[in-house]
């Protein structure tokens, strides 16, 4: 239990596929002008990470290693159909607003990365934390930052026809927050956060080792 709750952990901080990792960038500044599209975007892309984790996990001793990627791509594409139907049927506002960025998960670099680096050398189990938390560390990300830039660039957050903030009416939101450059302004600041927070825990971590060490 221990060692799945590290890797579950890994993908929150350390091994953050969008702050550390820095892969599967494309579609966090492409769909972050919105906090209920950017939410679904990350529980689709969760979804489609632990299930293709599992499935890859439990065959990989089954799959050739010429051939390995194709695999993937199969696998992954599956699980991609499913989350584009479902959303599709009972979200198709949200399903609107993220257009092609839900059929482009099939070749995110996160999904493909994980099954490549984790999924196809662990056990299903491992490779489920693997999946949740790499999820969880992109949806948390791309939610943070959308909800960010439709608060502080649009004057409110909406998010299933329901307003959840409002800004004053005094407040004249700025343009560039729901542009790109904003984007990539706001996005720099939050790696840059991410990296001093992390290097905060690994010098604690570090700290604790010594101690223990030093204890024995």
């Known amino acids: 239990m221990k060692q799945w709750m590290k890797v579950l952990k890994n993908g929150l901080s350390f091994e953050n596929p969008l702050t550390v990792l820095m892969i599967g960038l494309c579609s966090v500044l492409a769909v972050s002008s ?7 975007m990350g ?9 293709s984790n599992v499935i890859i996990a439990a065959i990989r001793h089954l799959i050739p290693e010429e051939v390995r990627i194709p695999i993937f791509i ?19 506002s949200v399903y609107s607003f993220l257009g ?6 099939v070749v995110n670099c996160i999904v493909l990365g994980r099954a490549e680096a984790f ?5 299903v189990w491992l490779s489920v934390a693997d999946g949740i938390g790499m999820g969880l560390g992109y949806t ?3 939610t943070a930052l959308a909800a960010f830039r439709e608060l502080f660039g649009g004057g409110q ?24 450059p904003g984007a990539f302004m706001l996005f720099g600041l939050i790696v840059a956060g991410s990296q001093a927070l992390n290097r905060r825990m690994a010098a604690k971590q570090a700290a604790a080792h010594a101690s ?3 204890a024995m």
């Open 43 to 51: 529980v689709a892309v969760m979804f489609v990470l632990v299930m």
């Open 74 to 92: 199969v696998i992954i594409a599956s699980f991609v159909t499913i989350v584009d139907l479902v959303m599709k049927a009972y979200l198709p």
């Open 212 to 214: 223990v060490k030093e």
């Open 34 to 40: 919105r906090a209920e599209g950017s939410f679904f």
């Open 119 to 123: 999924a196809y050398h662990n056990r």
């Open 140 to 142: 948390i990300i791309i």
């Open 100 to 105: 092609v960025w839900i059929p482009l998960i």
């Open 157 to 180: 957050i909406v998010f299933l026809k329901m307003t959840l903030v409002t800004l004053p009416a005094f407040y004249r939101p700025p343009n560039i927050l729901l542009l790109f």
